[in-house]
Each structure stands twice: as C-alpha cells, then as structure tokens.
C-alpha cells in the first residue's frame, strides 16, 4: 500500500441528530411503561446489534440480527446444544478406537474360538463386534497409562465446561431477546421465520421513532444499525481492498496463492479488534493513544510485539489444533466422500473471496444471497476450460477402470461369497472412486466455449473484476485467478487442515512487518460517529473522501490515491447500500452520485424497447433468466444484433466497456444498478 506522506489526526463526525451524545459510554435504552421489561437499561446497543465470533470460543452477545438470522430462541439454544454434545462425541468417540479397541482381532489377525456350546463349528469362528471391544476395567487401565491421553482429556474437559457455563449465560441472553423480540417488536416465535430482516430493521427504526427507546438519539437510521452488526468486517473489508492483510502469498513452487483460512482470520480479528492488547479498547472505540500520529513508531513496535507474541501461542498450541482439525475433517467428510467422490470436486466461494466481493455494510445473509446469485454462473465459467490432453489420459482411465469394476460388479453378482475375498470391497470401493473423479475431467460434448459472455453472467452478481481481466476470460492466468475467489472444497479442506501450521508463520514473518502500516490505517482511516462510536471511515461510503476519480466527475472527490477505495468498492457499496435501504437519505455529495446515476438509468429506460426484444438482444439477461440446469454451458442463442444497440445495451456498453469509464457515470455502475433491480422483480 502506498505511503501516506501527509498523516491524518483521527476525526469526529457528526451524526445527523444534533441532540446526539458526544460518544456512547453512556448510551442508555429507554423503554416507557407499557414496554418495561429485564431489557430495558441495556447499556450497549451494540448488544442489540451484533455479535463476536471468537474461534471454538463463542463470545456471544445480545443482539438482534443474529438471533433473527438463526432463526429464534429453540433454534439457537439446539444449536448450541449440539455443538457441546458434538465436540463430547468426538473427544470420546477418538478416546474409545485409540484405546479400547482390538484392532487384531478386528483385522482377523488374531484368531477368537468362542466356546458357547450352543453354537456350531463355523459360528464359533466368526468375529463380533463385541470380540473386538476390550472389557472396560482393561480399556480404562490402558487410557490410565498413557499420559499424553489424560493431559488431552483434561484439557478437552476444561474447555468443555467453559463452554457449558457459556452456554448457560447465552440461554439468558437469548432469552431477554426473545422478549424484545415478542413484546416490543410484536414479532412471536413462531412468525419469525416468515418477516425478512427489513421488516424486523423497519420495525426498530418505527419504535425508536414512537418509543425513543435511544433517550439520546430522535432517529435510528439504517445505516445506524448496519454500522453496529459490521463495525469489525468493514475494516476486514477496507483491509483486504487496501491489500493490507498478507492474504496474497509467492510460494517458490506453487506461485501466487490466496491464503485466508478460519484460523487466521480468527487470529486477526484477536489482535485488532478483541484480544489482549488489541486496537479496541471495547467493542465500539478505537483505543485513544491510536488515534495520535504523535507516537505511531512506538505503538508499530508494541503491535509488532502482540503479533509475535500471538504467533508464538499459535505455533505452542499448533499440535493440539492440529490434532482437532484432523479429527473433525475426518467425521466430518468421510462419510460425505464415500458417497459422493464427486463432492470434492465441486466449488465454494473463499474465505478471501467473500472479504474481496464483499462489499461495505453488505450484511451476511446479504452477502450470501448476492454470491448463492452467482454460484452457476461461475461454475459453469470455470468448468469450460479443460486440457484436451488430460480429457484423453481420463477417458482411458475410466475406461480401464469401468472395465476391472463391472467384472467384479458381475461376479459379485454371479456369487455373493466373493465380497469374502481379502480387499474386494476396497478396489470396488477404489475403482468407482478413480471413476467418478476421471468423469470430471472429461468435458461436456455439448458445452459451447463462450468466456467472455461467461464472465460477463459473472460480473452481473459479483460486481468486482481485475482490470486486466479484460478481453481476457479466455486466459489461464484470469481463470487461476478467479479460482482464488472460487475454490474446489478439497482446497479449502486442505487449507484447513494446514492452517495451525501456516498460521504462526504468516503472523510472525509476513504479518508483523506491517505493524506499521496497520497503525496508521486504523489512524488514518478511522472515524468516530456521534451516538454509534469508531467505525471505519470507508463505511461512510463517503464518494468525496474515498471515491474513486475514474468513477466520478472532475470535482466529485478529493481522495487520493491512498485515500481511495480500490475496483470503485465505495460507489457499487454506495449504491447497493441505497438499493436494499430506499428510505435511507445519503449525505450530500453521496446524494449527488446517486442522483446522477438515477438520471442516467431512467433515460436509458424511457428509450429502451419492449422487454423481450431486451432479453433477445442481450446475452446477459438471457443467460441469467435462463434455465438453471446444468454444470456447463450450453448453446446460447445467437444474439439479433440491430444495427443500432438498444439503450440498455449502450448502458451496459458490452463486455469491453464494463470495465472502461465514460464520462460523470461508469458504465459498470449503470449495469450494476440495472441488474440489482432486475434480480429484486426476480
């Protein structure tokens, strides 16, 4: 990231409301006499509003948002539930096959001759289960000798009975947003899972305005509320547009590479936003001494030192993570992988792509919907490039392998006694699985190869692109590329499985070196809202102080080149933020954007034709009203190309021109607009 000579003091914004407080250490919930309940002097709102996730620790807290996304009280209290009963299964289910069990006599290595009289010769050679299982006085003796086992179980039960205790605080928590839930919002158990989260969000503001529930504050707004649920994924967010994590990695043998896992993002968030000796002082202030330029080499050193220090425990712990990762992947995907061999080799968004899409004050289920949008499209753009040698290497394998299986198959079926033979139900086993994955790399006789119109379904739900992706959907490079933002769920389990050892590694030698640059983003890039608290300035989608000059008109912005968002990550936030909130009233200069872009959408649509000769004419339209069947893709209908482009294709200005700018609106944001709108009459 680039240096920015000129530091910046930490600022204070004004909220819209005059009479708000001057910050909300103090911030108290009123509730008048008809709505009093145990919730009515929360101190916090955010509270209300969001939650932490804090790693295998839940640090949960009361809020809103999540309680309506988890679907209520029941849901989330057998959720939890479940996961201590699950974590107990697994630490006794591993303890139980490593110590009790007779693996020998399992394995018919070890010859058992029952002696009960009322069983016949070949009876009394046959192996139980029960044959199998050590008697409980041997099998506790042998865990009783082992002192690695008892070290592990005691910190398994350790854990688990914090986890009990915070299960127990949690049920009252959610038990005093029940109440809000049902005596304030009027929204019953049983009818929450039929109100969307803009019918609970319009709900909140309605009461604030009638109730004053906010002694302080006369208008809750939207952006209020989004602003508290993603105080700390909006600085996520900036910091990955900012390229200031070190998300994007060189390998000597593997090259350039996305590496952003659970773990790692679990351990940035302990550092900068909740751990011990973090950047947040609470969960809504940036800690005073940050917010001076004064000693930011001093405060660079001290990071620096949390950094390694956290690194340091990460690569201590590394072999008991490890251990679990394992464990859980194992009972988590075994079953899954014998059933369907294929499953591995389907795709899902990363842990990177979902911070690089994303976009400001983008709620989860937001988010999800947008990239769920987007799933067929991308699979069937990644799914269209295939090596015509390794199609020939996999057509005979499957062959030769289809041939081996359906003899055994029919021999199986000829004679049930063969499945007795030693390792016949492996190489059956074996071969469907080599089958099955030789299958995947054999393209679709029908698929048609159309990347550049692929790409453009693509650009329609996800809204960012490369630059040089441009004339270039054809590439392998564009294609390895968008593979970092879609990955094969192999890779992400692998990346799982390895993250306890790469984790400290990438804190101690990559991230730590950029304490510095840290610092002076969250200085820099850090702003305190009258009655919300310390957000991160890009979620403003302030277009003046972080617009991008590409994207507007000459005077619009005064950023820089440090100061603004990259890809135009604040205008498509900006609009998509006005799209999903209408009644929301942007700031001036933001209104001004908006305002222009309006202008520019609604006389193109004034001009446009009728909509079928739309979708006849633009190849986007059809290819995303168009049926969903399919994993690649088939004949698109030739186009009917007129003479002269109708007007939503001059807004839309083709694929060459999604990327190019012209004049006060970007064409990408006359297309953005135009297909959010379309997929909200979808």
């Not at 709505?35 to 969001?50: A, E, P, V």
């Not at 649920?229 to 910091?239: D, E």
């Not at 990644?382 to 392998?401: D, G, I, K, Q």
Request: aromatic share 12%.
């Amino acid at each position: 990231m680039a240096n920015f000579e000129a530091y910046q003091e930490y600022q204070r914004i004004e909220d819209f409301e005059e009479d708000s407080p001057p910050g909300e250490e103090d911030l108290l919930v009123h509730v008048p006499e008809g709505l009093k309940d145990s919730w009515h002097h929360i101190k916090n709102l955010d509270n209300f509003f969001t939650r932490k996730m804090s790693g295998v620790f839940f640090n949960v807290i009361l809020y809103i948002y999540h309680f309506h996304q988890k679907n209520g009280f029941a849901c989330m209290m057998l959720s939890e539930f479940f996961e201590l009963v699950q974590f107990l299964f697994v630490v006794t289910f591993t303890t139980f096959l490593f110590n009790c069990v007779e693996y020998d006599i399992l394995f018919a290595n070890k010859a058992v001759n029952h002696t009960t009289h009322n069983l016949g010769p070949l009876d009394r050679s046959k192996v139980t289960l029960p044959d199998a299982i050590l008697p409980s006085q041997q099998c506790t003796e042998k865990i009783q000798e082992n002192g690695w086992i008892i070290f592990l179980l005691i910190m398994a039960a350790i854990f688990w009975l914090y986890r009990l205790i915070k299960v127990f605080c949690n049920i009252l928590s959610y038990w005093e947003i029940r109440q809000f839930y049902i005596k304030a919002l009027k929204i019953t158990m049983d009818e929450l899972c039929n109100h969307t989260w803009q019918e609970v969000q319009d709900r909140l503001i309605s009461l604030q305005r009638e109730q004053q529930m906010c002694i302080h504050k006369k208008e809750l707004t939207e952006l209020d509320i989004y602003h508290r649920i993603l105080r700390f994924k909006n600085y996520m967010v900036a910091m990955v547009n900012k390229s200031l994590l070190p998300v994007q990695l060189h390998l000597p043998l593997l090259g350039d590479t996305a590496f952003l896992t659970q773990g790692l993002k679990y351990n940035y968030e302990l550092i900068f936003f909740w751990g011990p000796g973090s950047l947040f002082q609470n969960k809504w202030n940036l800690h005073p001494k940050y917010k001076r330029a004064g000693n930011r080499l001093e405060l660079a050193q001290q990071l620096s030192r949390v950094i390694l220090l956290t690194g340091l425990a990460n690569l201590l712990l590394c072999p008991f993570i490890l251990v679990w990762q394992v464990l859980y992947a194992f009972f988590s995907y075994t079953e899954v992988i014998k059933r369907e061999p294929g499953s591995l080799g389907a795709r899902r968004w990363s842990l990177y792509g979902r911070l690089y899409l994303r976009h400001f004050n983008e709620l989860d289920h937001e988010l999800h919907s947008r990239l769920g949008r987007g799933y067929k499209p991308v699979s069937k753009y990644m799914n269209s490039f295939t090596s015509p040698l390794l199609a020939v290497f996999a057509r005979n394998v499957a062959f030769f392998s289809g041939s081996v299986l359906a003899v055994l198959i029919a021999l199986t079926v000829y004679d049930e006694d063969v499945l007795t033979v030693q390792h016949i139900l492996t190489a059956i086993t074996l071969l469907g699985v080599v089958i099955t994955v030789t299958r995947s790399f054999i393209p679709d006789e029908h698929m048609v190869w159309c990347p550049e119109q692929l790409l453009q379904c693509v650009l329609a739900h996800i809204h960012y692109m490369p630059d040089h992706w441009k004339g270039n959907a054809n590439k392998s490079e564009t294609r390895d590329e968008m593979a970092q933002l879609f990955q094969y769920k192999a890779v992400f389990i692998l990346e799982e499985l390895l993250s306890p050892i790469v984790t400290p590694f990438i804190l101690i030698f990559f991230l730590r070196h950029k304490s510095l640059e840290i610092i002076d983003f969250f200085r820099n890039f850090t702003v305190e809202v009258v009655g919300v608290g310390d957000i991160c300035s890009f979620a403003q989608m302030d277009v003046r102080r972080h617009g991008n000059p590409q994207w507007l008109s000459e005077g619009q912005t005064e950023a820089s080149v440090y100061q603004q968002a990259e890809n135009g990550k604040t205008e498509l936030s900006l609009m998509h933020f006005t799209i999903k909130n209408p009644r929301w009233q942007p700031p001036q200069e933001s209104s001004v954007f908006i305002s222009h872009l309006k202008e520019k959408v609604q006389q193109d649509a004034a001009s446009a034709p009728p909509a079928q000769q739309i979708l006849s004419e633009a190849p986007i339209c059809t290819s995303l009203l168009s049926n969903e069947s399919g994993t690649a893709v088939s004949a698109l209908p030739p186009p009917r190309l007129p003479t002269q482009p109708p007007p939503f294709q001059r807004c839309v200005g083709g694929f060459s021109n999604m990327f190019g700018k012209l004049g006060s609106v970007c064409p990408i944001a006359c297309y953005i607009i135009s297909v959010l709108k379309l997929q909200e009459n979808c």
